[in-house]
């Protein structure tokens, strides 16, 4: 049974550019979250999604950044004109169900370099 | 505004003593506290919780133990071993919210040495 699959592990970008960051949850999950980690800072909440809904977005800014979780296919982490500030791990967690706070299962996360 | 806060950025013990991980929450909303241990290049996977209605909570070498009213939780590891090593994150749950979002503190790294 495969974990949370994230790629790229790596990505660069130079500012202004787009970043798309992937998510494949763990078989049978239909709930994503995404997370942020700036350097030398803990995890932060960005968003939380079932398949094709947003539920909770109260973590994301408010610009250039976008998610989404289709029907099929991976989840998308979606960052327009990226700024330098947007360098950090960007992790995804998946679960089973709704109510779950220790039942997340998290990726290996994606580096987001901007130079 | 940190809610979630681990003071020490690292500790070291040595192999077989006890490491004591501590952590302070200011949201007296929070209902529910993890710890999660992260190894380099891999995502953090949850070690062991506690809810606000217990003060301790044991599962094998770790204990979590939970304060209310200083707002401290602590996790003790007993006895310590060097695949221990790693950064360990408490997080935090808020009352009302029952899916996974998390406030996580900055992390501790812990290093256990032969």
């Known amino acids: 049974n495969a974990g949370v699959m994230q790629n790229p592990r790596h990505l660069v970008r130079r500012r202004g550019q787009e970043a798309r960051l992937r998510c494949s949850p763990m078989k049978g999950h239909s709930h994503v979250y995404w997370y942020r980690q700036l350097p030398e800072e803990g995890l932060k909440f960005m968003v939380y999604?079932?398949?094709?809904?947003?539920?909770?977005e109260s973590g994301m800014p408010k610009e250039r950044f976008s998610a989404e979780f289709p029907k099929e296919g991976p989840s998308i982490l979606r960052i327009q004109q990226v700024v330098r500030g947007d360098s950090a791990a960007y992790f995804c967690?998946?679960?089973?169900?709704?109510?779950?706070?220790?039942?997340?299962?998290f990726g290996s996360g994606t580096q987001l370099s901007v130079l | 505004d940190q809610q979630v806060k681990q003071n020490s950025p690292s500790l070291s013990v040595q192999e077989g003593r006890i490491s004591i991980l501590n952590c302070d929450y200011t949201n007296s909303m929070f209902d529910y506290f993890l710890w999660y241990k992260k190894y380099p290049a891999e995502g953090p996977t949850f070690l062991i919780s506690?809810?606000?209605?217990?003060d301790k909570n044991e599962d094998g070498r770790f204990t979590v133990f939970l304060n209310k009213s200083a707002k401290h939780l602590s996790l003790h590891i007993v006895p310590s071993q060097p695949g221990d090593s790693a950064v360990y994150f408490c997080?935090?749950?808020?009352?009302?919210?029952?899916?996974?979002?998390?406030?996580f503190g900055q992390g501790t790294i812990l290093t256990v040495h032969p």
């Open positions: 999604l079932q398949k094709e809904n947003i539920i909770d």
């Open positions: 506690i809810s606000s209605i217990k």
């Open positions: 997080a935090a749950s808020a009352s009302g919210t029952s899916y996974g979002k998390l406030t």
């Open positions: 967690a998946s679960s089973p169900y709704r109510d779950t706070n220790e039942k997340l299962f």
